[in-house]
């Protein structure tokens, strides 16, 4: 016999808990579900993640960052921790170590059912009129096809699973990707004396600080963060990178530019792989150039945030010459490692038993939160999902908010 449950949170990580703060703010009265602790999703990156962004934007409904290094960067065990205390302040039940396996709908009147769903966890079924899927924006590392063909002697190393430059086999590191773990990771396998390829993806990039302010500052004065994905130049720029910036060690630049500095060898796209032979595109000037469309896209946005404030705009140092020669065919001889840093896809489709559920791209196709086939069905957390910021430590609340508002609107 299914246990009845009017509405229930799948998800315990930062956009579950807003999720959870905000309907019990309403009244709304249901259980979080998580399938492991609370907040676990930043134990698993790498051991020495950082917020990129400044603590301050830590500013989840009830649970704003209240320490003493407001332009700090927490470490993942900080942020882990805070997400625990918040978990252990709300309303409602919250329920670790219940992964739902599967989630059915039971149909609607008209297919002979009342609505609502079914879902499948290790204590029994559940049964709920209305389910908040908080699963996390960021669900499994995208793995390009064009590793097929490495040997096997080389060990292949993704974001979910990167530890430290010690974890990997000896010998050099090629790092495939170029986003803001990319040049994290490279940089702290360089700084480790790795010898680090990196082939490059196309991001933006900019300087950490500019005058008195932070990147995420700036951005945010600007209104970079509030723009919808009817913006983006394509459904698929919601995968495009993030502006490639550190949190480590206080915070820096990191870039292109910083990575050649540190001796990180940087080529063009990964192309093929045959045993230990990688063919790289000839488009690293392209990729450059990429990427300093992006530094004058951001250059502008500060421009922009100081009209808005009526302050001159700070003088912004140009990006340097890089070279851009680079090989095409790699020998990885003396490589133990492959990192694969490009991003990352939704896993829904995987346990949500909805046809029509996501878009080409995987996202969710609803209507301000509400799945457009599966009513009751919410999605909170995901990658702009009404903005830029949706996933995000300061966008995520806003969201819950919205989507507690509508649930609570509708009991
Ligand atoms: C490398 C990296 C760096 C980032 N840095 C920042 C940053 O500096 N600032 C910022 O604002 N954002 C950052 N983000 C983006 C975003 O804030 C994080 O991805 C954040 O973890 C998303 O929170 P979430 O609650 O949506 O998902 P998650 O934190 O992933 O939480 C989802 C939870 O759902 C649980 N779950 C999943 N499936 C099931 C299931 N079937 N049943 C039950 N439970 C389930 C998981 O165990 C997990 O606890 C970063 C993301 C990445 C990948």
């Given at each position: 016999m299914a246990e009845e449950i009017d509405v229930v949170v799948v998800g315990a990580g930062q956009a579950g808990l807003a999720t959870s703060h905000e309907l019990t703010a309403r009244g709304v009265e249901h259980v979080v579900l998580?399938?492991?602790t609370p907040g676990s999703s930043w134990l698993g990156r790498w051991d020495s993640f950082t917020l990129v962004g400044p603590n301050h934007t830590v500013t989840l409904p009830g649970a704003h960052y209240r320490g003493d290094d407001l332009g700090g960067f927490m470490a993942r065990t900080e942020i882990a921790d805070h997400l625990q205390r918040y978990a252990g302040r709300l309303g409602a039940e919250v329920r670790p170590g219940t992964p739902v396996h599967r989630l059915t709908p039971l149909g609607d009147a008209a297919d002979g059912?009342?609505?609502?769903?079914?879902?499948?966890?290790?204590?029994?079924?559940?049964?709920s009129r209305v389910a908040v899927i908080a699963t996390g924006a960021y669900q499994q590392p995208l793995k390009p096809a064009v590793l097929v063909g490495l040997s096997p002697d080389i060990a292949v190393v993704d974001v979910a699973t990167y530890r430290n430059p010690a974890g990997l086999p000896e010998g050099a590191v090629l790092v495939v990707g170029s986003g803001q773990s990319a040049c994290?990771?490279?940089?702290e396998l360089a700084l480790a004396g790795r010898d680090v390829v990196m082939a490059c993806g196309r991001a933006p990039w900019f300087y950490r600080r500019l005058e008195d302010r932070d990147l995420f500052d700036w951005l945010i004065?600007?209104?970079?963060?509030?723009?919808?994905?009817?913006?983006?130049?394509?459904?698929?720029?919601?995968?495009?990178?993030?502006v490639q910036a550190s949190g480590a060690r206080g915070g820096h630049d990191l870039h292109y530019r910083t990575l050649a500095a540190l001796g990180v060898r940087l080529t063009g796209h990964?192309?093929?792989v045959a045993g230990r032979t990688a063919y790289l595109e000839p488009d690293l000037a392209q990729t450059i150039a990429a990427g300093d469309a992006g530094f004058r896209l951001v250059s502008g946005a500060v421009a922009q945030a100081c009209a808005r404030e009526g302050r001159p705009v700070p003088e912004i140092?140009?990006?340097?010459?890089?070279?851009?020669?680079?090989?095409t065919e790699l020998d990885l001889h003396g490589f133990g490692a492959v990192v694969v840093a490009c991003g990352f896809r939704s896993r829904y489709t995987e346990w949500i038993d909805v046809p029509g559920l996501v878009d080409a791209q995987g996202f969710p196709l609803h209507d301000d939160g509400e799945s457009t086939v599966a009513p009751g069905l919410h999605f909170v957390g995901v990658h702009f999902l009404r903005r830029r910021r949706s996933s995000l430590l300061f966008g995520v609340g806003d969201d819950a908010t919205a989507t507690a508002t509508r649930i609570a609107s509708a009991v």
């Amino acid at each position: 016999m299914a246990e009845e449950i009017d509405v229930v949170v799948v998800g315990a990580g930062q956009a579950g808990l807003a999720t959870s703060h905000e309907l019990t703010a309403r009244g709304v009265e249901h259980v979080v579900l998580e399938a492991t602790t609370p907040g676990s999703s930043w134990l698993g990156r790498w051991d020495s993640f950082t917020l990129v962004g400044p603590n301050h934007t830590v500013t989840l409904p009830g649970a704003h960052y209240r320490g003493d290094d407001l332009g700090g960067f927490m470490a993942r065990t900080e942020i882990a921790d805070h997400l625990q205390r918040y978990a252990g302040r709300l309303g409602a039940e919250v329920r670790p170590g219940t992964p739902v396996h599967r989630l059915t709908p039971l149909g609607d009147a008209a297919d002979g059912g009342d609505g609502g769903y079914l879902l499948d966890t290790d204590d029994g079924t559940i049964r709920s009129r209305v389910a908040v899927i908080a699963t996390g924006a960021y669900q499994q590392p995208l793995k390009p096809a064009v590793l097929v063909g490495l040997s096997p002697d080389i060990a292949v190393v993704d974001v979910a699973t990167y530890r430290n430059p010690a974890g990997l086999p000896e010998g050099a590191v090629l790092v495939v990707g170029s986003g803001q773990s990319a040049c994290q990771i490279a940089e702290e396998l360089a700084l480790a004396g790795r010898d680090v390829v990196m082939a490059c993806g196309r991001a933006p990039w900019f300087y950490r600080r500019l005058e008195d302010r932070d990147l995420f500052d700036w951005l945010i004065a600007a209104e970079f963060y509030e723009q919808g994905p009817d913006q983006l130049a394509s459904p698929a720029a919601r995968h495009g990178a993030n502006v490639q910036a550190s949190g480590a060690r206080g915070g820096h630049d990191l870039h292109y530019r910083t990575l050649a500095a540190l001796g990180v060898r940087l080529t063009g796209h990964l192309a093929g792989v045959a045993g230990r032979t990688a063919y790289l595109e000839p488009d690293l000037a392209q990729t450059i150039a990429a990427g300093d469309a992006g530094f004058r896209l951001v250059s502008g946005a500060v421009a922009q945030a100081c009209a808005r404030e009526g302050r001159p705009v700070p003088e912004i140092p140009p990006p340097t010459v890089l070279v851009t020669d680079a090989p095409t065919e790699l020998d990885l001889h003396g490589f133990g490692a492959v990192v694969v840093a490009c991003g990352f896809r939704s896993r829904y489709t995987e346990w949500i038993d909805v046809p029509g559920l996501v878009d080409a791209q995987g996202f969710p196709l609803h209507d301000d939160g509400e799945s457009t086939v599966a009513p009751g069905l919410h999605f909170v957390g995901v990658h702009f999902l009404r903005r830029r910021r949706s996933s995000l430590l300061f966008g995520v609340g806003d969201d819950a908010t919205a989507t507690a508002t509508r649930i609570a609107s509708a009991v």
